[in-house]
């Protein structure tokens, strides 16, 4: 396989020298530095050989043999990194692959948004309120929310906080995968009440009576439980756009021959940083993990093609996956073009489809939600048209959460615009709650018609 070798003119300090977008300003310059060398020093979150394995997986689903399931929370925050919450997330996400595993019958890749989400884009720099200006919030491993000068301040500290947050995650994940806690050979234990509301009831009951029954020929046939025989795997993403902390725990693999980004398996460039002079590009295309790119409705065809070249020099199976987030509205006037823009440069890419972000909207009362039916509508239109144009959609990245949030409007139980106040919980983008995911994960694996 081509490997990309590391550019000669690259190292990873590299980036400092291109504007970086949507980065704080550290006041206490030494103090910033004692913490950067620090993280430097500190044992890395993920190894080379699950990242290199995640990237084969990645292959794989370019080509078809595979699907991508990336998500999880807009925004992870230190306070939330509960027992419950890392359970619940593993566990909607483990059921979501199975159902979608038995309808797609190909190997679904789990990747969380997870152990890692803790920075975020903002539209300014600035936040005022009653005349008072303060730096925007911009994520747990930055500043914090409160509306205060001292909490706005960016603390160095806080990425220190966030390495050993996310190290915490990862090592419970890895235990409960480790110990069977993937109990997916009993979907008659799942909270599916939901599907009663639906009306493609009878076809969700139908689904999850196959994945039953496939799991019970499975067991039957190798006389284990599924858990033993099949160990699951799980990876970790998060949008790779505190340059600091990610250069911090980028290093060099002797017997690779690589420079990687250790903080995650799977980064990716957010759609507001991917300037092809900034810093952001100048870093990613350097290390050897597999990275997503964000694709919205103003990227032209010509940065787009530039991107593929840049990020993936050499057409390596795996490295670069684009998730096009264009709006279930825009996505037939974008996504034709950007996978024909991607055809003329002759190099492949994962396709994957996010049907958050171009959905966004906020309410009367100032929620900001989704719609349940425009995430399904992109989505089912980027099925669509990939296959019209000959190309394959090979992966999807939500937002979700696996409590019983209502941040998203619709879904079979018809969540309106009068239940969010009811649990509305994230301090930035609107998740799907468990029944909505789920229901999702029904649509992906084929069982869900339009009618409904
Ligand atoms: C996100 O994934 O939370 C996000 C900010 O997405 P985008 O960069 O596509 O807007
Ligand atoms: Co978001």
Redesign the pocket.
Request: aromatic share 4%; net charge positive; hydrophobic share 35%.
């Given at each position: 396989m081509t490997q990309a070798r590391t550019p000669t003119d690259w190292h990873p300090a590299s980036w400092q020298s291109r504007p970086a977008a949507q980065q704080p300003t550290y006041r206490d310059r030494v103090h910033l530095e004692t913490v950067l060398a620090q993280l430097s020093q500190l044992p890395p979150l993920v190894t080379t050989w699950e990242v290199e394995n995640l990237k084969s997986k990645l292959a794989a689903a370019q080509r078809g043999e595979a699907f991508l399931l990336q998500g999880g929370d807009?925004?992870e925050n230190f306070e939330e990194t509960t027992s419950e919450n890392v359970v619940t997330k593993l566990k909607i996400l483990l059921q979501m692959s199975l159902v979608m595993l038995v309808g797609l019958k190909k190997p679904i890749i789990r990747v969380g948004?997870m152990a890692g989400?803790y920075a975020?884009?903002r539209s300014a720099d600035y936040e005022t309120k009653d005349g008072v200006s303060l730096p925007s919030y911009r994520g747990d491993i930055i500043n914090r929310p409160a509306f205060t000068a001292v909490d706005r301040e960016p603390d160095p500290t806080l990425m220190l906080r966030g390495y050993e947050r996310a190290a915490l995650t990862l090592n419970f994940v890895r235990s409960l995968i480790d110990g069977g806690f993937a109990d997916l050979h009993h979907p008659e234990n799942w909270d599916l009440a939901f599907v009663g509301e639906s009306a493609a009831a009878a076809e969700y009951h139908a689904l999850v009576q196959s994945v039953s029954d496939s799991l019970g020929f499975f067991e039957a046939m190798t006389g284990e439980p599924l858990h033993s025989t099949h160990r699951v795997e799980f990876y970790t993403s998060h949008?790779g756009l505190h340059l600091p902390y990610e250069h911090a725990q980028t290093r060099f693999l002797k017997h690779r021959g690589h420079w990687y980004n250790l903080t995650t398996h799977f980064p990716?460039?957010?759609?507001?940083?991917?300037d092809l002079a900034g810093a952001h590009i100048e870093y990613f295309r350097g290390i050897a993990n597999p990275m997503g790119v964000?694709?919205?409705t103003s990227v032209s065809d010509e940065q787009l093609q530039q991107l593929v070249h840049v990020l993936n020099p050499n057409n390596e199976p795996g490295r670069l996956t684009l998730?096009t987030?264009f709006g279930a509205k825009q996505v037939e006037a974008h996504l034709p073009r950007v996978i024909k823009a991607v055809r003329a440069t002759g190099a492949s890419v994962l396709w994957v489809c996010?049907p958050?972000?171009?959905n966004t909207e906020t309410t009367a009362e100032g929620y900001k939600t989704r719609r349940f039916d425009n995430i399904r509508a992109e989505l089912r239109s980027a099925f669509r048209i990939h296959q019209e144009q000959g190309s394959h959609l090979g992966g999807v990245?939500l937002?979700l959460t696996g409590e019983n949030v209502t941040e998203c409007i619709g879904g079979a139980r018809g969540l309106k615009e009068s239940d969010l106040a009811r649990a509305y919980k994230s301090q930035?983008?609107p998740r799907l709650n468990y029944e909505q995911a789920m229901e999702i994960a029904m649509l992906i694996a084929g069982r869900l018609h339009t009618q409904d």
């Open positions: 807009c925004a948004r989400q975020k884009p949008e990716w460039i957010g759609m507001r940083t991917a964000k694709i919205g998730i987030r996010d958050m972000h171009g990245h937002e930035v983008d």
